[in-house]
């Protein structure tokens, strides 16, 4: 995998492992900045004209689909996207990742391609096949490096502060690939935040992820919430992730842990007044609907971000200047 350099001109982002240091991030927050004006002042801003992006979704997606089509669409590219890509491709005939990656770069005459992929090193296979740069928008149970970029930005946007943070991280801490990222960027971000990582024992964080984040950031892991609620500035709450319960044909023990922590109104009003209460989405039970209007409530908000950052990416990666 390649370092990423403050550029990010060509590049391919694969993995949160790639930043050396959170200098290029920043950076690309600046960028992210300028998009939300362009955005918030319905700007005509099309640097991407005459470039061609390729969105391939072999997973589900709302959130990060519709983002990315917006970012590349607005910024003028042209954009083929297949959301289904296991059924109407050729992968559904049993063509391998390798030879549709093959196939898009020649017929597609593509500059770059989001790829969605149900395999942890499907976006680095696509990246050692293709000579265009390829943008990790979820793989497998890994990376999702994207959502990562767009949690940081909005905590950035909320607390004016990447550091001295405590983000409690709540759920499926073992198959869900958000944590996984945005544990990694919150351990580069400073060496004074500190990870709660809440799970019942089957779905803890995984040893090599708790291996990676090493001495960076202080960890502490529980099977309780109650308790941190208190004391944390980001709660970020995910999903427990059906599919892979399917897959290992364990939905028994789906049903079984699937209500393990749920967000009430009342359990929200434990959080400190300046928190704030963040999900990748979807959800599925786990933050009660009743937490919506609560203004800690920002998993909507959220969102947002994901089109600035997302516009910012795909600006920085395919122009040597905007
Ligand atoms: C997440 C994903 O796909 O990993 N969704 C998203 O991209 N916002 C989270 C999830 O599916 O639980």
Redesign the pocket.
């Known amino acids: 995998m390649q370092p990423i350099t403050t550029s990010f001109f060509g590049q391919s982002l694969i993995s949160i492992g790639q930043f050396n240091s959170i200098a290029p991030v920043l950076d690309l927050f600046s960028t992210a900045d300028k998009m939300r004006t362009v955005i918030e002042k319905r700007e005509i801003f099309e640097p991407l004209r005459g470039k061609a992006v390729a969105i391939l979704f072999y997973?589900p997606?709302t959130?990060?689909f519709t983002s990315f089509h917006a970012a590349a669409t607005r910024l003028g590219a042209y954009v083929i996207d297949i959301q289904e890509m296991g059924q109407y491709s050729s992968a559904a005939k049993g063509e391998s990742l390798e030879d549709t990656m093959q196939t898009i770069e020649q017929t597609v005459a593509a500059d770059l391609i989001i790829l969605r992929h149900p395999e942890d090193y499907s976006s680095q296979i696509a990246a050692d096949t293709v000579s265009l740069p390829i943008v990790n928008a979820?793989s497998g149970k890994a990376e999702?490096p994207t959502?990562a970029l767009l949690d940081l930005y909005t905590i950035y946007q909320k607390f004016g502060r990447i550091d001295n943070l405590h983000v409690a991280m709540v759920g499926d801490l073992k198959y869900?690939?958000?944590i996984k990222s945005l544990a990694k960027l919150l351990a580069l971000s400073g060496s004074n935040n500190r990870l709660t990582f809440v799970a019942p024992k089957e779905l803890a964080a995984p040893d090599e992820l708790l291996k990676d984040l090493g001495s960076n950031v202080k960890i502490t892991c529980k099977e309780e919430l109650n308790g941190t609620l208190a004391e944390a500035d980001v709660v970020y709450m995910?999903?427990v992730?059906r599919e892979w319960f399917e897959k290992e044909g364990k939905l028994d023990r789906y049903e079984q842990l699937k209500n393990q922590f749920i967000l009430t109104r009342h359990l929200a009003g434990l959080m400190p007044a300046d928190s704030i209460i963040m999900h990748?989405?979807?959800r599925v039970g786990e933050i009660m609907q009743e937490v919506d209007d609560d203004p800690r409530a920002y998993y909507f908000k959220q969102m947002r971000s994901g089109l600035y950052v997302r516009m910012a990416l795909l600006a920085r990666i395919l122009c040597q200047e905007i």
């Open positions: 997973q997606s959130r990060t979820g999702h959502q869900g690939r958000t995910t999903r992730q990748p989405l979807p």
